[in-house]
């Protein structure tokens, strides 16, 4: 990627923000025995020594066996990668495993420099995705999908609940408009140190198709400064 890249790598692609810097023009990424008794007790003595003829008396009583019913159980519900997308669509929300369920996904285009938009810093923005809308879709057949999500340091956005939630294995689904859906499964996490460039996250031409996930992790160093990034990495799912 060269110079070009590492600035790329360096600048708003990981949306790391802090509160502090909301007014900000230009974003930066950064839950016993029983007691005695003098009497005789005929009931004690049946259910205790004749279980089968108490039962043949509750017959006689009641002219029937009673039996408990099996509690009917609920059918399972759908599983939203039972009829993926068959083309490429733009992608309007996200889930992602316990960390973002209906998150927006937010289609933004790349600045002056080449860097992918990130979300705006506000409590909308700090809960939804951004898309490299230039880029790859979803349903393509090959290259990267990018993604990324703001940090905050006081732990209420959505990369920190991917920090904490979404490891190898797991799933990300990509929803689109009209409903269609793709279904992906996490293949690698990996943090990087953010003054290295990482070409990985923008993938090849001709690459496999993949989700490629990024937010700012590692300690804060100021307001858009963190020492690291987080990349995940997601597979479609059949």
């Excluded at 008794?37 to 017959?59: F, L, N």
């Amino acid at each position: 990627m060269g110079d070009r890249g590492g600035r790329i790598w360096r600048g708003a692609i990981a949306c790391c923000a802090a509160a502090a810097v909301l007014a900000l023009v230009v974003p930066r990424l950064d839950g016993g025995e029983p007691g005695a008794s003098g009497g005789h007790d005929s009931s004690k003595q049946v259910s205790a020594e004749q279980p089968d003829q108490q039962e043949d008396a509750q017959v006689v009583l009641f002219g029937h066996t009673l039996r408990a019913r099996p509690s009917a159980r609920p059918a399972p519900a759908p599983s939203p990668c039972t009829h993926p997308a068959q083309r490429s669509f733009v992608p309007v929300s996200a889930d992602a495993t316990d960390a973002a369920t209906g998150a927006a996904v937010l289609a933004l285009p790349r600045d002056a420099a080449g860097v992918p938009g990130v979300p705006p810093l506000s409590t909308s923005g700090k809960n939804a995705f951004a898309w490299d809308a230039s880029g790859v879709r979803p349903g393509s057949p090959d290259g990267n999908v990018l993604l990324n999500a703001h940090t905050w340091p006081d732990g209420s956005a959505l990369g920190n609940r991917l920090l904490a939630g979404l490891d190898v294995g797991e799933q990300v689904v990509l929803h689109g408009a009209t409903g269609v859906r793709l279904c992906y499964r996490v293949t690698e996490r990996v943090e990087v140190r953010a003054d290295q460039p990482f070409p990985r996250y923008y993938g090849v031409p001709g690459g496999p198709p993949q989700v490629a996930i990024v937010v700012c992790s590692g300690s804060r160093l100021g307001p858009g400064q963190w020492t690291h990034r987080t990349v995940w990495f997601a597979r479609p799912v059949g």
